[in-house]
């Protein structure tokens, strides 16, 4: 089965950092760039980071550059997004999103609240 | 304020056919394709539409979208109860350099 399976969300604090992994099986990961994609509550979708297969092209959205770094590990199947300085807006479930010039296969979500 | 705009609500009776717009720019829609999103409360969302006018594979004909100059559209016939749901519109954005969102339509079945 394909499929995509985020972690890392948690409660953390405003300036703090968290680490959110997404592990990608049924598929063969390394042949496809990923996306980050979040949804804060109650609110719509918004991109935020597009990382290449090799990792050769990053990009990220306005809000989130200079804050977060997205990587992948292709023997682990596995895409990273590092977030630091974390601020109130940056509370969302974070999606991680095979890239497919669509976005086919997502994940179910991983959570990251962030208290002042 | 998203980049591209999408009415917040679109409404029909069942069987009823509905469209949802999705307007844009020449750096966004006007020079790349559009993908639409389906979102049902509570869950991830979920490939609706690619290229513009693509399904993916058990999406229903009933679904069907296409894309003029710098907006695009997504129509819905034979309307469902099961069509309840958001439904958003993203693009590559070549000035941006980065993927844009609607902020999505909410459908519902009257």
């Known amino acids: 089965e394909v499929q995509l399976v985020e972690s890392g969300g948690d409660l953390a604090q405003a300036g703090g950092s968290l680490r959110l992994s997404c592990v990608a099986s049924?598929?063969?990961?390394?042949?496809?760039?990923m996306n980050w994609v979040r949804q804060a509550p109650g609110r719509g979708l918004e991109w935020v980071s597009y990382?290449?297969?090799?990792?050769?092209?990053?990009y990220y959205a306005d809000s989130v550059r200079g804050r977060f770094t997205v990587s992948r590990d292709n023997d682990k199947n596995s895409l990273y997004l590092q977030i630091n300085s974390l601020r109130a807006e940056d509370t969302a479930t974070y999606y991680c999103?095979?890239?497919?010039?669509?976005?086919?296969?997502w994940g179910k979500g991983t959570t990251v609240t962030v208290s002042s | 304020q998203s980049v591209l705009t999408q009415p917040p609500s679109a409404s029909g009776t069942p069987g009823q056919r509905i469209t949802m717009s999705c307007a844009g720019s020449?750096?966004?829609?006007?020079?790349?394709?559009v993908s639409w999103y389906l979102q049902l409360p509570g869950t991830a969302p979920k490939l609706l539409m690619y290229?513009?006018?693509q399904r993916p594979s058990g999406v229903p004909d009933r679904f069907s979208g296409s894309r003029s100059g710098t907006s695009a559209s997504l129509a819905i016939s034979g309307l469902q109860s099961e069509d309840e749901a958001d439904y958003y519109c993203?693009?590559?954005?070549?000035?941006?350099?980065?993927?844009?969102f609607g902020a999505g339509t909410t459908v519902t079945v009257l």
């Open positions: 999103a095979r890239d497919n010039l669509s976005w086919d296969v």
């Open positions: 049924g598929f063969p990961f390394s042949i496809h760039d």
């Open positions: 990382i290449s297969v090799t990792g050769s092209s990053i």
């Open positions: 020449n750096s966004n829609i006007g020079s790349n394709t």
């Open positions: 290229n513009d006018h």
């Open positions: 993203a693009t590559w954005d070549d000035s941006l350099k980065g993927y844009v």
